[in-house]
Every structure is written in C-alpha cells, then in structure tokens.
C-alpha cells in the first residue's frame, strides 16, 4: 500500500472529519467539479533512510489542504483542521509539521488551510 492511500484512507475512515468535509477527498490538483467543504492531499517527498537502530525505512511528507468557500470558509478549515489534528494524534508515526498559511486557491474559488504531515515507514 502507498502512503498517499495510507493518509486517504485514515482520512476517509474518520467519521467526525467526513461530516465535516461534505465534498470529498482527493488527490491534487482539486477536480474543478468539487464541491465544498473538501480535502485534497498530495506526497510532497519521500526521502529513503537507513538508521543502524531501526534498518531501512522511508520518511514521507505530505501536505492535506482543507478547502472550503463561502463566509464560514475560515471556520470550516479550522475545525477540519482539528479534526485531522485527532487522526495525526493516534498515529504513532504521523506528526503534523507545519499548518498553514491560509491562502485562496488562484481563482479565489475557494479557501485553503495546508497541513503537511512527516510519515514514517521502515522494511
């Protein structure tokens, strides 16, 4: 299995998180048909390392975007984000790296609220 289906599914199999984004989960770049709010996910690196303690294994990062529109657009992105915040929480090799910033897609269609997550992975 790959990390980006690792991340979508602990993504899609969080119920607090899907309630609240009601448009769906995807790989970048966004369909232009997407409705809102939503999540987009991407694999930013994958970096192979090896330790002498733990052997071989891989340090992945990806970055999930909470997209919303409209004027709860900011609020909508906060709660996803602490939502996600709960999923990186009971993994036990997740760790949220770097939130942010908030920033309008190049249309202005909508909000987004970047959230890169570090993955590790050994052999």
């Known amino acids: 299995m790959s990390v980006e289906s690792d991340v979508y599914d602990a993504i899609t199999g969080d119920s607090p998180l899907m309630a609240l984004a009601t448009g769906g989960v995807w790989p970048w770049p966004l369909p232009d048909n997407a409705s809102f709010p939503s999540i987009v996910y991407m694999l930013v690196s994958d970096v192979p390392m090896a330790s002498a303690k733990s052997g071989s294994f891989n340090s ?63 052999d």
């Open 60 to 122: 992945y990062r990806v970055q999930v975007s909470l997209c919303a529109t409209g004027n709860s657009s900011y609020e909508a992105t906060r709660q996803m984000r602490d939502a996600l915040q709960n999923i990186i929480d009971g993994k036990s090799n997740w760790q949220k790296i770097i939130t942010g910033p908030d920033a309008y897609d190049d249309t202005g269609k909508f909000r987004y609220l970047p959230v890169d997550i570090l993955i590790i992975q050994g």
